[in-house]
């Protein structure tokens, strides 16, 4: 089932929540919307669901317009944040609820309910918990459950909102890694919402990038983290350095540091947003004539396979963040205290205007 995106906007009184929104999502992608609190992305997956009614627009299903179609007619399973169990049921009852409830026109006969409710607690792996009720379960199985209910109507789209959002940081690596398989095995056109930046990273086949009501970007997990196409995509996607100053003549002024950009590339001068990652960031000891962004280092922390290291700006503008592997930082022999330079191996510019396009310097 594909959907189409089309005009969409939402507002609350004075607030808007949706600002003219318009994508397509492909039969049997799994797409997140990814954003901050607030940026209308569980309004529009709710649009989605038929649970709230656009003020413009349209939802299209496979090209039909479902904008005022109900609900209980779109053929979607829908997946809370928590859960939305019935505690009084069994885990059995639970998952054929939705089956029990149609028309008795179209209601499966029981041994028919078994057999499908069998078959999904296999799929989500807990058959063995048949016969317990909700709060006997842990929150991933009780999640695992509540995805078993939504599936065994059979739906069209399966759309889910938050949902390892409740869960401990180990559960919820776990159940993303779990449901992307199960995606794999199924190809139920889903979406979900997430805040969660490695999630949806590591889940979707494409990200929507929300804010502040409207999309900034839509692409690949990969296009997105490496090719992201404002200033606000860049600093949501993972841990990110922000320097302003200029581009001039083919150099990047920041501060009172100048760090030579491309030959070939923009010769305008131009303020601008710089933008490194952490770990695209080589640190090396001061000696005479060494170019780049002078820092002191302020702390060092030691984090599995990672070093990170907080630095000081020389010319008071601030701190940056770099992480080096144990064997760079082995090799640097860099200790609390010591004056550095910073060398950006990779630099996105944005121009200040932030309306033009980004300039990605690999250097």
Known sequence: MSIQIRNISKNFGSFSALKNVNFDINPGELVALLGPSGCGKTTLLRIIAGLDTPDAGQILFHGEDATNRHVRERQVGFVFQHYA??????????????????????????????????????????????????????????????LARALAVEPKVLLLDE????????????????????????????????????????????????????????????????????????????????????VDEGWAKIGESDIRLPENDNKQSDRALFFVRPHEIEVNRRVNGASGISAHVRDIRKYGAVVR??????????????????????????????????QPKRIKVFPQSAEQPSIDYVI
């Open 85 to 146: 169990l019935f505690r009084h049921m069994t885990v059995f009852e639970n998952i054929a609820f939705g089956l029990r409830v149609r028309p008795k026109a179209a209601r499966p006969s029981n041994e028919e309910i078994r057999e499908k409710v069998t078959r999904l607690l296999k799929l989500v792996q807990l058959e063995w918990l048949a016969d317990r009720y909700p709060p006997q379960l842990s929150g991933g199985q009780r999640q695992r459950i509540a």
């Open 163 to 246: 949902p390892f959002g409740a869960l401990d940081a180990k559960v919820r690596k776990d159940l993303r890694r779990w449901l992307r398989n199960l995606h794999d095995e199924l190809h139920v056109t889903s979406v979900f919402v997430t805040h969660d930046q490695e999630e949806a990273l590591e889940v979707a086949d494409r990200i929507v990038v929300m804010n502040q009501g409207h999309v900034e970007q839509i692409g690949a997990p990969d296009d997105v983290y490496e090719h992201p196409a404002t200033p606000f995509v860049y600093q949501f996607l993972g841990d990110v350095n922000l320097f302003h100053g200029r």
């Open 309 to 342: 290291l907080e630095l000081e700006r020389a010319d008071g503008e601030g701190y940056v963040e770099a992480v080096l592997s144990r064997d760079e930082f082995k090799a640097n022999t860099v200790h609390k205290g010591d004056e550095v330079v910073l």
